[in-house]
């Protein structure tokens, strides 16, 4: 069960890694959004950054905390991304998107030197798939797209917000949420995916993440994973 102890004493930890000058990538999600306002704390203090956010919504509150944005229009490398995970394995291993910004975290975290992952101890896992991989896909292609991954053993939904309405992205897309059980093998899942026209991104990040920082009691455990290889 999540707990919000734990994710703001990993938020807690992240920021500090910020450096005077550093461009940030800022993540989506509700341990992110700790880790924004901390590091809001640190700019009110002096702390000289510019923000990539995720999402809109991480646009909305920097911006409102005060935090210099800028884009990957300006800067197409980023010094540090602090970003949330629905679950991490012990590679670092990550499924990412349960709030619908795959896309967008998936861009900023390829462009960026370090990807630390915070995260609450629920989050961590022995093995990736107890949480639903979600799959960005293009409206055009959506029923197609959800036939083919029920095809590899996946059992899929059409995303809707709490309003009942289809979950449509940032980007203007839908998401299905393909619960495949436990994931044998993510690197090879992730190609089979990304090899399906319409697919415009999907929640298996690999090889992406350097360090996870996961809250556990009043103790704040770093994790290091392979030497990152970002994937786009």
């Known amino acids: 069960m999540a707990n919000d102890g734990e994710k703001e004493a990993a938020a807690r930890a992240a920021v500090k890694l910020v450096c005077d000058g550093d461009i940030v990538g800022l993540g989506t999600g509700s341990t992110a959004t700790y880790a924004v306002r901390f590091l ?36 197409q490398a980023i010094a540090v991304t602090i970003d949330g995970a629905d679950e991490v394995d012990p590679e670092l291993q990550l499924i990412k998107g349960g709030g619908g910004a795959l896309l967008r975290e998936k861009i900023v975290a390829s462009a960026s030197k370090k990807l630390v992952i915070i995260a609450d101890s629920s989050k961590q896992v022995p093995m990736l798939g107890k949480f639903p991989v979600p799959v960005e896909t293009i409206k055009f292609a959506e029923a197609l797209v959800a036939k083919k991954i029920a095809a590899l053993g996946a059992a899929v939904t059409v995303r809707r917000a ?20 436990q994931i044998s ?21 690999i090889g992406m993440a350097s360090t996870a920082l996961i809250g556990k009691g009043d103790a704040v455990v770093q994790m290091r994973g392979p030497s990152p290889n970002p994937q786009g």
Request: with cysteine; aromatic share 6%; proline share 6%.
């Open 162 to 181: 709490s309003s009942g309405k289809l979950f449509v992205t940032d980007e203007g897309n839908h998401i299905l949420d393909c619960n495949f059980g």
């Open 185 to 205: 093998d993510p690197p090879t899942l992730a190609r089979e995916l990304e090899r399906m026209p319409g697919v415009v991104e999907h929640g298996l990040f």
């Open 40 to 75: 809001a704390e640190r700019v009110q203090a002096g702390l000289k950054i510019r923000g990539i956010p995720t999402s809109i919504h991480t646009e909305r509150l920097a911006a409102s905390l005060g935090i210099p944005l800028t884009t990957l229009d300006e800067f």
